[in-house]
């Protein structure tokens, strides 16, 4: 009788986990599609417009008295909003960890990025700087609540569990991206037909995101649930926080060299998603509408590959298969070297071959960086993870830029980005994480 109660109670714990999980992915579902379809689709080139309207006669706009360039005004705005992160994450991150209650910190963070983002609807005329504002709000909301959401990884799932349970989140995100880039290019494309100007229709895909956001974050928000963790003294906030979690992480100097190998590869993962576009349409010659499709392939091959590379993990292990990933990254990086210009089925190509390793590189490392955090720190060690992730991915576009200014070429730009991954892949060949994950008190997986 006893073993039965036993087996009962195994059971019920583990289906609790598998609904725990399944809610814990729809907040990928829920806030990709900013990422999607506001950020690399439609805001950029929709704000800069509205910038250019408010222009003075030499081309400049005047946030509080500074002159910029009207079309220098998003890149700024994001910049901001990394520096925004960057302060806010550390202090978000320790509060989550001292007080174990992450669910309230991710909703109010999910719930100011959402409700900014559907008031990018009210972004007409020449109210660029209404436009600017939103962006820095939503886009730093995006990185605290995604701190938070990947620090619940190692709450969720145990350790054999984590790189397939990672792997769906990515691909239940390229997902959504995907289903929604498609109804909005169906508006912005037929915008006529549904009696909208095409400005009405950007505001319109813009807003949807924020409501789309909003609305699926309710699912993870219902299912998750705080833990309650051993009280710990405050180490500081802001940057003070980050100060003692970096020296926390000198006690775990493989957590921290993962850490360096992740910076650098991502580095060059970023770059390559946003500087993709510039490449196809200022070296290639390519038209906006190629551009948007080569967009959408992506989301649904991120799909594919996120869920193929998680099935390999579980063959080769995760560090192995994402190795593997770099390898493939750098043999498309220099497959893009030699793209014809004006022959947009290459270009659709080349999407696919990032799409593929997109989601499941990214995934992966995110699976196997949960294994590497000491129990009872984890949206500390996710914040620096997070910065990482968003607020360090300024050498990429350093190089390209640098690269290109020097050389003239977009081609020479594109292909110095594969300094990032090979440098990258001998990080991290170099780190044994067997070891790493023993010295952070975690129980070793039989396949890691």
């Known amino acids: 009788m006893g073993t039965d109660t036993l087996r009962t109670d195994a059971a019920d714990g583990a289906a609790d986990r598998r609904r725990e999980q399944r809610g814990w992915y729809f907040y990928d579902w829920a806030c990709s599609v900013y990422s999607t379809s506001v950020l690399t689709v439609f805001l950029g080139p929709y704000l800069t417009s509205v910038a250019e309207s408010a222009a003075d006669g030499y081309g400049y706009v005047h946030p509080l008295g500074i002159p910029v360039r009207a079309g220098s005004f998003f890149a700024y705005s994001v910049s901001l909003s990394v520096i925004v992160a960057v302060l806010v994450m550390p202090l978000v991150g320790a509060a989550a960890d001292r007080s174990g209650r992450k669910k309230p910190l991710l909703a109010a963070a999910a719930y100011t990025g959402a409700a900014a983002t559907a008031g990018m609807f009210f972004l007409d005329g020449d109210r660029y700087l209404l436009g600017g504002v939103l962006l820095v709000v939503a886009n730093a909301a995006q990185s605290v609540a995604m701190m938070l959401y990947n620090s619940y990884l190692p709450q969720i799932a145990p350790p054999e569990e984590r790189d397939a349970v990672s792997s769906r989140g990515w691909a239940f995100g390229y997902a959504a991206g995907a289903l929604v880039l498609i109804a909005n290019l169906i508006l912005y494309t037929a915008h006529d037909s ?98 948007i499709v080569a967009v959408l392939l992506v989301q649904v091959l991120a799909v594919v590959g996120a869920l193929a590379l998680g099935r ?94 020097l050389t003239g070429s977009y081609r020479d730009a594109i292909i110095s980005l594969v300094a990032f991954f090979v440098l990258g892949f001998v990080l991290l060949a170099r780190i044994p994480v067997r070891r790493a994950i023993g010295d952070a008190g975690n129980p070793v997986p039989e396949r890691i």
């Open 312 to 405: 390999l993990a579980r063959t080769y292990g995760a560090k192995r298969t994402i190795l593997g990933s770099l390898v493939a990254w750098t043999v498309t990086l220099a497959a893009g070297y030699f793209l014809p210009a004006r022959a947009p089925v290459w270009f659709f190509v080349l999407a696919a071959g990032i799409g593929l390793v997109l989601g499941g590189s990214q995934a992966l490392s995110r699976s196997l960086f949960s294994q590497l955090v000491p129990p009872g720190k984890e949206a500390e060690y996710f914040s620096a993870y997070e910065l990482s992730d968003r607020g360090m991915s300024w050498l990429g576009p350093l190089l390209f830029g640098l690269t290109y200014q």
């Open 194 to 291: 549904f009696g909208l100007s095409e400005s009405a229709a950007v505001r319109i895909c813009l807003a949807s995101a924020g409501l789309w956001w909003g609305a699926f974050a309710l699912i993870p928000l219902r299912r998750l649930r705080d833990r309650r963790t051993p009280a710990r003294e405050a180490a500081g906030t802001g940057w003070k926080q980050l100060a003692a979690t970096i020296r926390d992480m000198r006690r775990h100097p493989l957590t921290l060299a993962f850490l360096l190998a992740y910076l650098v590869y991502n580095d060059g993962i970023q770059t390559v998603i946003t500087q993709a576009s510039v490449y196809g349409s200022e070296e290639l010659g390519l038209g906006q509408s190629t551009l």
